[in-house]
């Protein structure tokens, strides 16, 4: 299935980070952007006024971001801390550490608890209603097989991908053990992974060109709807070039999700129909990463080389703001013939 791709990249952010874009995220209940960087920054803009409203220097690269709500945010560093950022003040204090490098973090709105995933196999719960302070703010941390590699939230369940394609499924409300121990069905190794906005199962995704479709429900009918499929690959010279798939973004009205891979390109999917809904024109390097704004208007795109090919010369690190059609994301419907007279 082939589609017509837009003509735009979409409008692009003045101040943009001066190294690798880990991710962005938008706000819940404004145009608000979040964005971490390998250059150890953090920068709040607004992305409809296209303004830099903040910006947060660490001591080490910033591997992800999220916010708690429009006045202030979370951080996880290589510096090993988990930081909250206060943005109105233009302050921030250390919640607590891992003894490696913080590669996610995640506010759940249902429980008020801070989670963040590490390269040193745990995954920790924050309250950062506590005071600051390790001892004050720590309500448990839970060893995983492997280093985390991707958190995701849906309602009080929690999906952690780590290395070794290793998949856990938690409830927040009883973090004692896994609710679901899986494996990736995917043979690579995770890049990422994302919940479906109606709760029911997650897209992850893998360095070798490919997305799996899960379910939470273990039931044989619930198992049976489960699937993988290709994409982020071309032909050339008779071979297939295959590319990672590092970000995927679900649309909050449609469910439809977009896709962005070190091919530089974004694609969006009816994961329901299985179809391909949009492709949009090539940007200038690796898609590092992804996001929706509340209403679905905007998509965010960080175009910044992921260095899958190693150090080389690479386009700037920019992000785009992109203003969504309807049909670029909306699910068509299905069309059924005609009964026969």
């Known amino acids: 299935m082939t589609a017509a791709p837009a003509p735009t990249a979409g409008r692009e952010l003045s101040n943009p980070p001066s190294d690798g874009i880990s991710n962005l995220r938008f706000s819940n209940t404004s145009d608000h952007l979040l964005v971490s960087s390998w250059d150890k920054s953090v920068r709040l803009y607004d992305a409809s006024a296209n303004v830099l409203r903040g910006e947060f220097k660490h001591g080490g690269p910033v591997l992800d971001c999220c916010f708690h709500d429009d006045t202030s945010g979370f951080s996880a560093s290589a510096d090993n801390n988990v930081r909250r950022l206060v943005f109105n003040y233009g302050k921030e204090d250390v919640l607590g550490r891992h003894d490696a490098a913080v590669r996610c973090v995640e506010y759940s709105y249902a429980t008020g608890q801070l989670i963040t995933g590490s390269w040193d196999k745990t995954l920790k719960c924050w309250d950062p209603r506590g005071a600051s302070?390790?001892?004050?703010?720590?309500?448990?941390?839970?060893?995983?097989?492997?280093?985390?590699?991707?958190?995701?939230?849906?309602?009080?369940?929690?999906?952690?991908?780590?290395?070794?394609?290793?998949?856990?499924v938690y409830d927040l409300r009883n973090m004692s053990q896994p609710e679901q121990r899986r494996e990736s069905s995917l043979k690579y190794q995770t890049r990422c992974v994302r919940c479906y906005p109606n709760g029911t199962g997650y897209?992850?995704?893998?360095?070798?060109?490919?997305?799996?479709?899960?379910?939470?429900?273990?039931?044989?009918?619930?198992?049976?709807?489960?699937?993988?499929?290709?994409?982020?690959?071309?032909?050339?010279?008779?071979?297939?070039?295959?590319?990672?798939?590092?970000?995927?973004?679900?649309?909050?009205?449609?469910?439809?999700?977009?896709?962005?891979?070190?091919?530089?390109?974004?694609?969006?999917?009816?994961?329901?129909?299985?179809?391909?809904?949009?492709?949009?024109?090539?940007?200038?390097?690796?898609?590092?990463?992804?996001?929706?704004?509340?209403?679905?208007?905007?998509?965010?795109?960080?175009?910044?080389?992921?260095?899958?090919?190693?150090?080389?010369?690479?386009?700037?690190?920019?992000?785009?703001?992109?203003s969504v059609n309807e049909v670029e994301v909306k699910p068509k419907p299905k069309v059924y013939p005609n009964p026969p007279a």
């Open 203 to 322: 897209a992850l995704s893998s360095v070798e060109g490919r997305v799996a479709m899960e379910f939470f429900d273990l039931s044989d009918a619930g198992q049976a709807k489960k699937y993988a499929f290709k994409c982020h690959r071309k032909s050339e010279a008779g071979r297939d070039i295959v590319y990672p798939v590092n970000a995927i973004a679900f649309h909050p009205i449609y469910g439809t999700f977009a896709t962005g891979g070190c091919d530089g390109i974004v694609n969006v999917w009816d994961g329901n129909n299985k179809k391909r809904l949009y492709q949009y024109a090539k940007y200038p390097t690796s898609i590092a990463a992804l996001s929706f704004s509340r209403d679905g208007r905007l998509l965010a795109v960080a175009s910044s080389y992921t260095f899958e090919e190693g150090d080389k010369p690479h386009e700037p690190d920019a992000i785009f703001i992109r």
């Open 133 to 168: 302070g390790q001892e004050r703010t720590l309500v448990g941390t839970y060893a995983q097989p492997e280093r985390v590699y991707s958190l995701s939230l849906v309602g009080n369940r929690l999906v952690v991908a780590t290395a070794g394609r290793h998949v856990n």
